[in-house]
Every structure is written in C-alpha cells, then in structure tokens.
C-alpha cells in the first residue's frame, strides 16, 4: 500500500477537507435568499454531529487518564491515524515537528464545529430573530477555542512545542502539563457542546432557526417545513 493510500492519509486528508468544504458551503450559502436555507442546515447540522464524536473523544481521552495517571496522552485509534495521516502531509513542508499533526487534527476539528455554530447563527438571522443567549455565549467560547489551538499549532512550527493557556505557556513543570492539557481541553468542550446543544434546542422549539421553507436542489416545488 503508497504512503498516499494509507489509511492515515486518507483520514488525515479527509478532516482537511471536510473542514474545507463545511467552510465553503458556509460562506456560498449565507449568501443565499430566503427558502434556500438547507445548505446552512446541513453545515450547522454536521459541525454539531462532529463536535459530539470529538467530545465522546475527549471523554475516553480523561478516561484513560483515570486509569493511567502517568502515562502520556492518549488518542484513541482513528485520532492516532488522522494525526499521523496530518504529520505526514506537513513532513513535506516541515520537519522535525512530530506533534504537529496532532495540533492540527485539533485545530480542524475545533474549526468544523465553529462553522457549525456560523451556520446556526446565519439560520437565525435569515429568520428575523436575534440568537439565543446560549448561542452567543457558544460562539464566545468556541471562538476562544479556536485561537487557543491555532496558538498551539503556530508554537509548535515556530517554537518546536505547543505553548498556550492548556499547556501553562511553557511555564508549568512538565509532570503536569499532560494532566493540566487534558482536564482543560475536555473541560472547554464539555462547556461548548453543552451551550450547543442548548442553543439548537431552544432555537428549535421556538421555531426560529430559520428553516421555514426549504428549496431543495433536487425539486421544483418548496415543500414547507417546520424546525
């Protein structure tokens, strides 16, 4: 099997591009008129699918934690392969830098979801109605998120290790920078997912997300909805 069809490959290519595509579809969609909002929907739909996986994720990360107190962080199967699939992909422009495909592999993922939440917030302002609370407090968050990982990504290309508010910039003796990372982490997404799933639920019994009437590509007619 090439380098290029591995399976580490394929899934670190994968996430790159799903995060690419979730991206585009966000900025051509927000664009459109009223009535063809499915494309928003399926963009804030799978950034939350996606952030649920990544959170059982960072779940059976601090799991493991319980069990293995000293032992290095752990990523589970298909994170480990994406990671390597990424580090591979950047070995042709840098070297030396090990964990930089797991940097990025959060990095595109903590990306994903906030294209989500880009896609909720547009759903509601295509309906006339002002986001939630929970929304808002959400993308606060998760924007936040985001910088702290392009933070540790950029650390790691320039410094040669991640320096952030997880790892204690550098300060932080290292028998704790693991334990410290891994608590912090699960902590900011056990927060976001919970502030998202909130939001969506409010938005949608209130029936503000903006879903009304849906113009799919494939039909003609507008087949009227509720959310």
Known sequence: MTEWMSPATVSGIGVALLAAALTAALVFSGRGSRGHEWPLAAVAL???????????????????WFRNMDAAPWLTPWAATAADGLTWGCSWVVTGKPSIGVELLHLLGNGIFLAGLAGTWLLARKAGTAPTRSLKAVMWLQSAHVAEHVLLTVTVLSAGRALGFSTGFGAMPDAWVA?????????????????????????AKGGTLGIGQWQLPWRNDTATRTA
């Open 179 to 203: 334990t410290y990372r891994i608590w912090f982490h699960f902590t900011v997404n056990l927060g976001a997912t919970a502030l998202a799933l909130l939001a969506v639920t409010q938005m």
């Open 46 to 64: 799978g950034g939350l699918a996606f952030q649920c996986v990544h959170f059982v994720e960072h779940g059976l990360q601090l799991g493991y």
